[in-house]
């Protein structure tokens, strides 16, 4: 069975930084383009950023661009997302997600990391 | 950026009962890369429907999704106890992979 586990998370304040992971298992990981969703308490899902399998391409939601960066090691079939300057409104569980090249759909999820950015 | 409008936003119904869930596309979605989620307090989403009518691996087929364009529906044939949820539609072409608000199925 396919394994997504995102840790990481965590209290930080505003401006600061975290870095969260995503460990696959059961998975070919390098055939799957990977994703970053978030969900704020009590909102709804919202799309945060894609990888390629290969890593050479990443897409970013107008919300994070510029202050979040994605990218995947292959080799430890890990994906990661680097977040800076974090604002309150980033407070949110960010959940992985993968999708195999044949389907592009988000298959499978991870069980989300918490991170909360206050003062 | 496509923009997905869900409706109802809430739907209330007695198990046994037929749920038909809308969602709606402010343009066009590429190759019919439009699916479905569910999600249940305290839990990840899990994938119902992808390309619009293909039901993920272990989904009973009382689940159904159609359409294409910009309409499209989950239909939930037969209400049990276990499909009370939030429905999620989410477009997944080119970049944003937007969502929709969410639909909550609730017990009348």
């Known amino acids: 069975e396919v394994h997504l586990v995102e840790s990481g998370g965590g209290l930080v304040k505003p401006g600061g930084s975290l870095r969260l992971s995503c460990a696959a298992s059961?998975?070919?990981?390098?055939?799957?383009?990977m994703n970053w969703v978030r969900q704020a308490p009590g909102k709804g899902l919202e799309w945060v950023s894609t990888?390629?399998?290969?890593?050479?391409?990443?897409y970013y939601a107008d919300s994070v661009k510029g202050r979040f960066t994605t990218s995947r090691d292959n080799a430890k079939n890990s994906l990661y997302l680097q977040m800076n300057s974090l604002r309150v409104e980033d407070t949110a569980v960010y959940y992985c997600?993968?999708?195999?090249?044949?389907?592009?759909?988000?298959?499978?999820w991870g069980q989300g990391t918490m991170v909360t950015v206050s003062s | 950026e496509i923009v997905l409008t869900q409706s109802p936003g809430t739907l209330s119904l007695s198990p046994g009962e037929r749920a038909t869930l809308s969602c709606r596309a402010s343009?066009?979605?590429?190759?019919?890369?439009l699916a479905w989620f569910q999600q249940k307090p305290g839990q990840a989403p899990r994938l119902v429907i992808y390309?619009?009518?293909t039901r993920a691996t272990g989904i009973p087929d009382r689940f159904s999704g159609s359409g294409s364009g910009t309409d499209f529906t989950l239909t939930i044939s037969r209400l049990e106890s276990e499909d009370f949820a939030v429905y999620y539609c989410?477009?997944?072409?080119?970049?944003?992979?937007?969502f929709g608000q969410g639909t909550k199925v609730e017990i009348k």
């Open positions: 059961k998975l070919n990981f390098s055939s799957y383009s």
């Open positions: 390309g619009a009518s």
């Open positions: 990888i390629t399998t290969s890593g050479n391409d990443k």
């Open positions: 997600a993968a999708a195999p090249i044949a389907t592009d759909a988000f298959h499978f």
């Open positions: 343009q066009s979605v590429t190759s019919n890369f």
């Open positions: 989410q477009q997944y072409g080119p970049s944003p992979k937007t």
